[in-house]
């Protein structure tokens, strides 16, 4: 079965079919009553859908009215807290589009994030808004190296011919037979694009994600099937040398998780006494350090995961962020400091999420500027893009040869894709926002995410890709699962030479 189409042509659609089919493509049915219950909430739709899913027994195939309104208060308790904090509703820049004032940090400017511009509603109409901006903004970066055409001109009269397209992968999978059949939309139409399993750029064509948009070039049957000879990714720039310099170093961390039973709280300590000076530092590195930027999960959060109650040190999320603060109050003076959010953190959980709300920003002293996730940020004139990195989970899902052990190499991927996110509805809970703050659309000096508790670091046409690992040991639940985190290791960049090194404090 085909998924619906979100870029093209739609007229007379039915709302109520997309909430129908995007639980019936999960395996869920819904009682009447829960759809009557979805159709009037107008601005939570989509950050729902995983949330409702998510709670739901696996032996559950038709989804009752009651479970929807227990997740409805929950759900609505967090928003109203967010929006009472942080202000992740509209505010007056957000008709002219212009970014936040900049940071109170020194030396430290945010660019662009979430913060006070959110513009979601999650009606049906936010959803073809918010593709057709992917669409058209990666469409821009392929266009200039693919002269294509409109879906709806592959008619009778290119039978036979070679065409070439720009499109948004709406299905890919493999045949009985073997071969692969991807589904692509743009905003004239859809067409079928087949790749036969002997073909030379079959296993290339295993990389293809659902939502992404990329470039094929092949021979059209002009009757809506192209058979495909290439695959373009928009990538990034072909360029060896880093985009940007600037003076300093700047020490990535994420994944506090301040909070845990399992914070590494003695190896903080070593940190904290090398930053300040108060060891002995043969490498002359701790005096150079002027930014510090924290990529989410600064604290371990309450509610997270089933269980959680049990790994927990510090049980009330304002006391866990006080003893976050308190880490991070004992560094020098001189440093900046920058925090984006994660899923652990008090902020929404659909993303983009906003800055951490005022009510958590006054435990923190000195130069902080908070970010959202994503966040475009400049260091001294150096442009980092951080994020979060929860689509590293998607990416190890579906991409062949990708895995936690190696996070780097997912976030390279996000790089080839222009996009921090690609994959819609599966492990990211995306707010369709007017504009989609995940695509790349320009290359950035550095690409920092964390969220996956390993260390991971290599450089990509440019760009130097940093994941943090984390300062939270082993838990159970990893232990269980086979999953060796890398705590304590601060990946440094020294920012006038780009050059990364990492720091053990474990
Ligand atoms: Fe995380």
């Known amino acids: 079965m085909l998924k619906t189409p979100r870029i093209g042509l739609r007229e007379g659609f039915d709302a109520d079919r997309e909430i129908v089919q995007r639980f019936a493509e999960q395996g869920y049915q819904l009682e009447p009553e829960a759809l009557e219950i979805l159709r009037r909430i107008p601005g939570s739709r989509p950050d729902l859908m995983l949330r409702i899913i998510g709670g739901l027994d696996k032996s559950v195939a038709v989804i009752p009215a009651s479970h929807l309104s227990s997740i409805l208060s929950l759900a609505e308790s967090r928003r109203s807290l967010s929006s009472s904090h942080s202000g992740a509703g509209p505010s007056p820049l957000a008709n002219r589009g212009l970014p936040r004032d900049s940071s109170p940090a020194a030396g430290a400017e945010l660019k662009c994030d979430i913060t006070g511009r959110s513009t979601c509603e999650g009606g049906y109409e936010d959803f073809v808004r918010y593709f057709r901006d992917r669409y058209s903004r990666i469409r821009e970066i392929l266009s200039r190296r693919l002269n294509s055409r409109p879906i709806e001109s592959l008619g009778k009269s290119t039978s036979g011919r070679e065409v070439s397209l720009i499109g948004m992968i709406m299905d890919v999978k493999t045949t009985a037979r073997g071969n692969r059949v991807i589904e692509l939309e743009d905003p004239t139409g859809m067409v079928t694009a087949v790749i036969q399993k002997d073909a030379e750029i079959f296993e290339q064509s295993s990389l293809v994600v659902p939502d992404e948009v990329l470039g094929i070039t092949g021979v059209s049957d002009g009757n809506g099937r192209i058979f495909v000879k290439s695959l373009l990714w928009p990538d990034m720039p072909n360029q060896t040398e880093p985009l940007e ?55 371990d959060g309450i509610g997270i995961y089933p269980g959680q109650e049990g790994d927990l040190a510090i049980k009330d999320i304002y006391e866990q962020y006080e003893a976050a603060a308190g880490c991070l109050n004992s560094i020098r003076k001189g440093i900046s400091l920058i925090i984006s959010p994660g899923n652990h953190d008090i902020v929404r959980q659909a993303e983009p999420q906003p800055a951490l709300p005022e009510a958590i920003q006054k435990y923190f002293h000195g130069d902080v500027l908070f970010a959202g996730n994503p966040a475009w940020v400049t260091l001294g004139g150096v442009s980092v893009l951080i994020y979060h990195g929860r689509s590293i989970d998607d990416f190890v899902l579906r991409v062949p040869g990708l895995s936690y052990a190696a996070p780097e190499k997912a976030m390279v991927e996000m790089l080839k894709r222009r996009h921090l996110s690609p994959i819609y509805g599966s492990r990211v809970s995306i707010a369709p926002e007017r504009e989609d703050h995940y695509v790349i659309s320009r290359p950035p000096a550095i690409l920092h995410c964390g969220h996956v508790h390993t260390v991971g670091i290599a450089r990509y046409k440019g760009v130097a890709v940093i994941n943090s690992g984390t300062w939270q040991s082993q838990t159970d639940f990893q232990k269980k699962m086979n999953i060796q985190p890398q705590p304590a290791i601060v990946p440094i960049v020294d920012l006038g030479t780009m050059k990364v090194r990492k720091l053990i404090f474990a």
């Open 245 to 299: 310099k600037g003076g300093g170093c700047a020490l990535l961390l994420s994944d506090l998780h301040v909070g845990s039973k399992y914070f590494m709280e003695a190896a903080w300590r070593r940190f904290a006494s090398w930053l300040n000076g108060e060891v002995e530092d043969p490498s002359g590195l701790a005096a150079l350090v002027k930014y510090i930027v924290i990529a989410g999960d600064m604290v």
